[in-house]
């Protein structure tokens, strides 16, 4: 339910005004609109990210120890896992939207792009970004990294699990609770690391319009 509520939100964030801009010679946002789509984005963004390690969690104890799976994963751990994760990306993801709008454009206010999103905001800036880059690839590193870490330790534990299972009944049911979620992890991630965690010089401009609207748009509507 949170992933989808999550996907919802962060589609409507993205598409309506996209659907504005395209349709109609008015190419523009207002700069408060600006702020809101860039910290719902980053916001949104973080906790999929965590959401999604809090999901291998699930699928690792109903594998790996399906006869505790209830006394483990009781509503009341679930409600805490999920206030951790929406408060945890709530709170971090307001640093490097207040570094980025605070830095001077000197009347530059066209955006190359198709929504208001960190990379392209800190390219138009006139002064040395060097700061809020290393506070966003330290955000990466946070809210991408240590999740996929954490999704790769779970499936090495989920695939001991299944190599040992005899029926293949019940690899084949294993495989089948995993494989959507691992789609979504792998293609998710892959373009998450490629847009964030790579130097801003050596980033694609087309590539980046392309992935971003890949992950806002495409992958909510996979979920």
Not at 112 to 119: Q, V
Not at 138 to 159: E, Q, R
Request: glycine share 6%; proline share 4%; hydrophobic share 45%.
């Amino acid at each position: 339910r949170n992933l989808s509520f999550l996907d919802l939100c962060f589609t409507t964030s993205v598409i309506p005004q996209m659907l504005v801009n395209l349709w109609g010679p008015d190419k523009t946002i207002s700069y408060v609109g600006c702020v809101i789509q860039l910290y719902v984005n980053m916001c949104l963004g973080s906790t999929e990210c965590l959401l999604l390690a809090v999901m291998s969690y699930d699928r690792f104890t109903a594998i790996c120890k399906p006869l505790h799976y209830l006394v483990i994963m009781k509503p009341h751990l679930c409600l805490k896992m999920i206030i951790m994760v929406w408060g945890i990306s709530l709170a971090c993801s307001a640093g490097p939207c207040i570094l980025t709008l605070n830095l001077p454009r000197c009347g530059n206010n066209v955006l190359d792009h198709s929504l208001c999103e960190l990379p392209a905001l800190i390219k138009i800036a006139f002064t040395d970004t060097t700061t809020v880059e290393m506070s966003v690839f330290a955000l990466g590193i946070v809210f991408v990294l240590t999740p996929l870490l954490l999704i790769l330790i779970s499936y090495c534990y989920i695939a001991q699990t299944v190599l040992r299972m005899k029926s293949n009944a019940g690899q084949r049911k294993a495989i089948n609770t995993c494989g959507s979620h691992l789609t979504v992890v792998s293609i998710l991630y892959g373009t998450v690391i490629y847009m964030y965690l790579q130097p801003g010089n050596r980033a694609s401009k087309e590539q980046g319009k392309f992935l971003t609207l890949f992950y806002t748009i495409i992958i909510p509507s996979l979920n």
